[in-house]
C-alpha cells in the first residue's frame, strides 16, 4: 500500500520559518514528479512547488517564490518543504504528493498518491 506522511506544520508566527517534510512507503519515487499543494479554508487546492524525478528545475508559484524551497532525497524516498518569511496568507493544509510520471505539473490531476495534510498556520 502506498503512503505519503507528511510531518512538520503547526504554529508559527509571521516571518518565521517551518520544514515540511513527506515520507514515502509502499513504492519508490526515485523515478516519478513530486509536489506541494495546500488548500486554506473555503478555497481550493492550489499549486505550490513541484520538483521533476531528477531534481532539476523546481517550480513555484509566484506567491512563495524566493520564500519557499522544495527538495528531495530520493535514496530516503522523501522530499520537504522548506518555508521562510511565512506570512498569514499561507495558512493552510499543506499536501504531499507523488505523480507515475516523472515531469513536474502544477495540476492537480497530474498526481495520483496524496497524503493526509499538514496544518500550517501563521500568526500576524
Known amino acids: 500500500q502506498v503512503q505519503l506522511a507528511e510531518s512538520g506544520g503547526g504554529l508559527v508566527q509571521a516571518g518565521g520559518s517551518l520544514r515540511l517534510s513527506c515520507a514515502a512507503s509502499?513504492?519508490?519515487?526515485?523515478?516519478?514528479?513530486m509536489g506541494w499543494f495546500r488548500q486554506a479554508p473555503g478555497k481550493e487546492r492550489e499549486f505550490v512547488a513541484a520538483?521533476?524525478?531528477?531534481?532539476?528545475?523546481?517550480d513555484y508559484v509566484d506567491s512563495v517564490n524566493g520564500r519557499f524551497s522544495i527538495s528531495r532525497d530520493n535514496a530516503k524516498n522523501t522530499m520537504a518543504l522548506q518555508m521562510n518569511s511565512l506570512e498569514p496568507e499561507d495558512t493552510a493544509v499543506y499536501y504531499c504528493?507523488?505523480?507515475?510520471?516523472?515531469?513536474?505539473?502544477?495540476?492537480?490531476?497530474?498526481?495520483?498518491?496524496w497524503g493526509q495534510g499538514t496544518q500550517v498556520t501563521v500568526s500576524s
Open positions: 504528493a507523488a505523480s507515475i510520471f516523472r515531469v513536474r505539473s502544477r495540476v492537480a490531476s497530474g498526481y495520483q498518491y
Open positions: 520538483m521533476s524525478w531528477s531534481g532539476s528545475s523546481p
Open positions: 509502499g513504492r519508490t519515487f526515485s523515478s516519478s514528479a
